[in-house]
């Protein structure tokens, strides 16, 4: 499935995928999210109050990064809490849970499916305002304008593990002029052939925290201890250290390790090896 998905990337076809439902731990975002030839996105709820943004907050269930390889997903996230959306009401699902059906046509459903949908969409109007745009083109424009999730003092209230770029800002993605493509330092063709592979730039220290090589600070650490019901502020214009520096990568060596002593010898990711799961997304209450 990943090397389908790198395969329409390379064939310029925009791919989005959920990160998955088996958050909040670190190391859950599944096939196919997991590689960085995707746009991969998790969810934040409103809190049931449209229409004020300070009390918005990342869900519970929201699949978390590094991928195993070491690359920082998600890569945005999006509204996925209680989205409203078509859905016969014989269907299984409203049988299952009729209170979330209005009884007509429409149904009220949770999770990192319905988020990427809402991803989906902003690269269609991109693609339609511009044709020409690359996949890495679009990838860059949506993390570049995304709003990152912050505290009072100004600090990232979620890590890049968590919460990727931020939340999507479609306005600012097709009103930016920049097109710097996502992906610096990989080729999706070399990587298909097998003739090179990649790894991302997050790292475990001794204490099994995880952290971005060459950064510093608490947003590029996964630190416990956040409180996921509590409402946050989502800002323009976080500084990203060279943008998105964090998605990008660069070539697998042999050495490639975690400081856990988890190593990664010279396996490719679709190699007997594989650690990442294909789930079938069960139940996710409401948040």
Known sequence: LNQAVMAAWQAGIVEVASAGNGGPDPMTVGVPGNVPYVITVGALSDAATPYLFDDDFLT??????PTHEGFVKPDLVAPGGHVLGLMDRKSNIPKDHPEYHDGDAYFWMSGTSQATAVVS???ALLIQADPSLTPDQ???LLMRSGRPAVQDDGTLAYTVFQQGAGLIDVQAAVQSTDRTPANR??????????LAHYGGPADRDADGSFFLRGLTGDGYMWADGYLWSDGFLWIDGFLWSDG??????????????WSDSLAWSDGYLWSDGLTEAMSIDTWIEHE
């Open 60 to 65: 519970s269930f929201s699949a978390a990064g």
């Open 121 to 123: 969409g902003a690269a």
């Open 138 to 140: 679009v990838k860059g």
């Open 185 to 194: 330092g990989l080729d999706v063709g070399l990587d298909l052939a097998g």
């Open 244 to 257: 998105f520096l964090w998605a990008d990568g660069f070539l697998w060596i042999d050495d490639y390790d």
